[in-house]
């Protein structure tokens, strides 16, 4: 059964910081793997996806990379500032045909001024 | 841009009551699905949908559960006889293709926050 997990749950840096959050599941045999942001009483916003062949994406200061064969992935987040201040997600899409989204638990970023 | 639109943002009920949760999915996307997240825990996968019909669905997404697009642009998830572990923020998306494939994220709605007592 895939598992995902986040770590830090929690982190709390000044403005400026380039940061990097992780992500591990279990199971390698993934489609892809998305970084969702998610702000308080908000829904959930895609920041990034990889496919299982790719091994990054960018958009903007966020960076993400994934190597699939040892079951990890990084968000790198450059010169934070604090509306960058929320949770943020790792979810994995199974691969074998299956239609859903397997979520770690997050990692809650203040970035304080 | 583009939004998946939910209502009631807020949804109080009695146990063993009946619960319609709506949602309006984006329009040209062919792909819908429930998510949610009880407070403190993971974003958990309920159901998807496509073609009239469900595609997939979760251990959670028991008898209790349905799903219907009753027009062209709804989508609605019912819960029959509400307990109180159902209690969570639900949380509707939709893509234009299967989740992640052809590079099509998911976008989600922000959520009806559903809380029995």
């Known amino acids: 059964k895939q598992e995902v997990t986040q770590i830090p749950a929690a982190l709390s840096v000044p403005e400026g910081e380039n940061l990097v959050l992780n992500c591990s599941f279990t199971?390698?045999?993934?489609?892809?793997l998305q970084w969702f942001r998610q702000d308080p009483g908000k829904g959930l916003t895609s920041l990034l996806l990889i496919q299982s062949s790719q091994r990054e994406q960018t958009s903007g200061r966020l960076n993400a990379s994934l190597d699939k064969s040892s079951g990890r992935s990084t968000l790198y987040i450059a010169a934070s500032q604090p509306g960058d201040s929320a949770t943020y997600l790792c979810a994995v899409r199974i691969s074998g045909g299956y239609n859903k989204l397997i979520f770690g638990a997050g990692t809650r970023l203040a970035v304080h001024p | 841009e583009p939004e998946v639109t939910q209502t009631p943002s807020h949804q109080v009920t009695q146990m063993g009551q009946e619960v319609i949760l709506r949602c309006v999915p984006i329009s040209n996307h062919l792909y819908f699905y429930w998510y949610r997240q009880i407070l403190g825990q993971k974003v958990e996968f309920l159901v998807s949908?496509?073609?009239?019909?469900?595609?997939?669905k979760s251990e959670i997404f028991d008898d209790q559960f349905s799903v219907e697009r009753p027009d062209g642009s709804n989508f609605t998830l019912k819960i029959r006889s509400t307990k109180l572990e159902d209690s969570a923020m639900y949380f509707c998306?939709?893509?234009?293709?299967?989740?992640?494939?052809?590079?099509?994220?998911?976008?989600f709605g922000n959520g009806t926050r559903l809380t029995v007592t």
């Open positions: 949908f496509y073609n009239n019909e469900i595609s997939e």
């Open positions: 998306a939709s893509s234009p293709s299967p989740e992640g494939v052809y590079n099509s994220p998911l976008h």
């Open positions: 199971d390698s045999a993934i489609y892809n």
